[in-house]
């Protein structure tokens, strides 16, 4: 492909002088040759083809319109403290086909993901254009694979779409959106052939490379996603076989690749890059990676920064490398993520959430614990990572723990500290707490910490955090950003059955997954770990000068303090040595948290309840994992949940408590843009103003009425 690009760019070059020159005395005419194109044709530049569509992965978590196509808008985030792209999870006017008013340069463009994998999808035409008949290559399988991923994605969030299966070869301007109908014929047909020539264990080798169990996870995808109820008006006839070979496809995947034995080791035991179990267990399917050894050079992945909550402000906390950067785009929606899981028994939410932050900044100053004067750096001896200095609550009314207004921090940015409950691990108090439900000394509720406003007081997903970067102030880290898992898989057969009216038997197809949230016998319920803990195993931390000794990981979490036995070292002992047990789930018989949430969204039919189930099952197991808007959409459930997102259901934001307030009687402000949810508009996204200004008809610009015709509805 370099030989190629580097004729072109001689061609490219010469017109240009020839462009520029003023007279003949510069000009000398040279017959070029035109670039060949037989080196598309061998194996080395298919393969060298091939390999560069690689990075079409890393673009899924390399920047910040990922989040905005897949989290925002949904159930399970809304906007913390930098509203950048506020309009992605508002539904407001400036979501348009052109995303205007910017709010800063951080605000992404509708055309974001539009223009980059149709970028790819032109590489992968190539690939194939010039294979040789019959060709099963690698190289091929893996173009066929680019193209039939990329038009899945895009055809979920833009509906019809331009079908374009040749390689450019000159400017073309002649465009139009074919119906979806054809637009899943082809990505099958892409898929089937990825999945034929694709070997068998390239993922179990290196997760980083598409193999034959990666075809057979987006076949089931795409399969499941014409039967949805999104294409309702025109899928009746392929429902049946497409839900026979979504079976098919996720029971392969599901035998090639088992679970990982500890949720913990999905994304939470990282050390290292590369060797870590997190990038090196069998669950993996696909997932974003780089062969480079130079971690300077390694592939971006800004799920780092972007789920993180602010805490470099607190009292004695800095920022470091293990609490890492704050961007504060996303924030846990209150009403759904704490009463989502079985707190006591599923421990999914202790290792998908961080509820605890180390003291990382004594420094020798005054601080007053209960009416005695202490230097900081005496009463906590270490910022490394020893003593607990924050931590959130999440003292759900089911489980009788009570935290008062007078020892909680009740501030929407901690300034001063609290020191009223002791860590049970330490024997010191610890400086800042926050609270789901705060008391009154009457036993009444008042308020709460985790505000449904644009703050950063939450208890923030933890599951991309990286210790192991060698600078401070990252926005980036370079982890692999996991595309794939089985247990989706799981999720995949068990909706297909369900669809098929095998409702009990598609629950139970859900059992594994519940099996491994469940905590074993011995395991510390309260022991913690996230990827901010590669920390200690930094090579480069010696280098960064005033880190070396800086820690904000915590190993333990706010469990008891939560539950309860926080001030019972024999409870504990007790709680830690039996087994958690989660109840069996039957269409006769749901988790209480998940009949809250069918009654909640008024579900009653054997189905719904079923399908709500499902989805409520697939946050506990996936949250946070860049698959959220595209589930809601196509079932047409989104509209119902976005009661759990505040700010984008009202304009007036209200709390769990069911106050407009917060704990200190200030009201909330209004979410000008909320409630702006139309069902007949966004369950799909505007297509791009740039394409539409750009492309022609019968050799002519578009007019403004062919222009709109080609628009979605309502944009």
């Not at 997760?207 to 499941?224: D, G, I, Q, T």
């Not at 996603?225 to 098919?248: F, H, M, Q, T």
Request: glycine content about 6%; hydrophobic content about 35%; aromatic content about 14%.
């Amino acid at each position: 492909m370099k030989h190629i690009f580097k004729a072109f760019g001689c061609v490219v070059m010469a017109g240009a002088l020839l462009a520029t020159s003023c007279t003949d005395k510069f000009l000398e005419e040279v017959k070029r040759d035109a670039p060949s194109t037989d080196w598309l044709s061998t194996p080395e530049g298919q393969a060298s083809i091939a390999n560069s569509l690689y990075m079409n992965f890393n673009y899924f978590f390399s920047n910040e319109s990922s989040y905005c196509y897949t989290n925002y808008g949904t159930d399970e985030f809304m906007v913390a403290g930098d509203a950048s792209n506020g309009m992605w999870n508002d539904y407001d006017a400036r979501l348009g086909s052109i995303v205007q008013p910017r709010v800063n340069s951080n605000t992404q463009a509708i055309t974001t993901f539009w223009n980059e994998l149709y970028k790819y999808i032109a590489q992968a035409n190539t690939v194939i254009y010039y294979a040789e008949p019959g060709s099963k290559s690698v190289a091929l399988g893996t173009a066929y694979f680019v193209r039939g991923f990329n038009y899945l994605f895009l055809t979920m969030q833009f509906g019809d779409i331009p079908l374009v299966t040749e390689p450019p070869t000159s400017p073309e301007r002649e465009f139009t959106r074919n119906a979806q109908a054809d637009v899943y014929e082809q990505i099958i047909s892409d898929l089937e052939n990825a999945y034929a020539m694709l070997p068998a264990d390239a993922s179990l080798a290196n997760k980083n490379l598409v193999s034959k169990y990666a075809a057979a996870h987006y076949l089931a995808k795409a399969h499941l996603w014409r039967a949805s109820e999104i294409n309702d008006g025109w899928n009746g006839s392929y429902k049946s076989a497409d839900l026979d070979a979504v079976i098919k496809y996720a029971d392969e995947v599901i035998a090639a690749h088992p679970l990982a034995k500890d949720f913990n080791d999905l994304f939470n035991n990282f050390t290292a890059y590369d060797t870590s179990i997190t990038e090196t267990n069998t669950e993996v399917v696909l997932s974003s990676g780089s062969s480079d050894s130079d971690v300077n050079n390694r592939k971006a992945h800004w799920g780092l920064a972007l789920f993180t909550a602010w805490y470099q402000s607190f009292p004695l906390m800095k920022r470091d490398l293990a609490g890492a950067r704050e961007y504060q785009r996303m924030k846990t929606t209150p009403s759904y993520a704490y009463f989502l899981y079985d707190l006591e028994n599923d421990s999914r939410f202790w290792k998908s959430f961080k509820t605890t932050y180390a003291v990382n900044n004594a420094t020798g100053k005054d601080i007053n614990v209960q009416g005695t004067t202490y230097k900081d750096n005496v009463y906590f001896p270490s910022n490394d990572g020893e003593y607990l200095s924050s931590m959130y609550i999440i003292n759900r009314k089911d489980y009788g723990q009570k935290y008062f207004k007078s020892e909680v921090n009740v501030a929407k940015a901690p300034s001063s500290s609290s020191y009223t409950r002791e860590d049970y691990h330490t024997g010191k108090l610890i400086p800042n707490i926050m609270a789901l439900y705060i008391y009154d000394e009457n036993g009444n509720v008042v308020g709460t910490s985790m505000t449904p406003d644009y703050n950063t007081l939450l208890a923030p997903l933890c599951k991309y955090l990286d210790g192991a970067v060698p600078a401070n102030n990252r926005g980036d880290g370079f982890r692999d950003g996991v595309l794939a898992r089985s247990a989706e898989d799981y999720f995949f057969k068990a909706e297909a059955q369900i669809r098929k009216g095998n409702i009990d038997a598609g629950l139970a197809t859900l059992k594994p997954l519940r099996d491994r949230a469940q905590y074993k016998a011995g395991e510390q319920r309260d022991a913690y770990v996230d990827g901010g803990n590669a920390y200690h195993y930094n090579t480069y931390k010696s280098g960064l000068k005033g880190f070396q000794a800086n820690c904000a990981f915590y190993p333990w979490n706010s469990y008891y303090y939560s539950l309860g036995g926080w001030d019972d070292e024999a409870y504990r002992n007790a709680t830690n040595a039996k087994p958690s047990v989660l109840p069996v789930v039957t269409s006769a018989s749901y988790p209480k948290e998940d009949q809250a949430i069918m009654d909640k969204l008024g579900y009653s039919s054997e189905f719904d309840k079923a399908m709500c189930y499902l989805l409520n099952e697939k946050s506990r197991e996936m949250y946070g994992e860049y698959l959220r808007w595209m589930d809601l959409a196509r079932t047409k459930t989104l509209e119902k949940r976005l009661v759990f997102n505040d700010q984008a259901y009202s304009k007036t934001l209200t709390d769990i408590t069911g106050s407009t307030k917060d704990v200190n009687g200030t009201t909330y402000a209004a979410s000008d843009n909320g409630g702006n949810f139309k069902a007949s508009k966004h369950y799909y996204r505007p297509i791009p103003q740039d394409f539409l200004d750009n492309i022609y008809k019968d050799g002519k610009p578009l007019t403004a009425d062919e222009k709109q015709a080609l628009q979605n509805p309502g944009y």
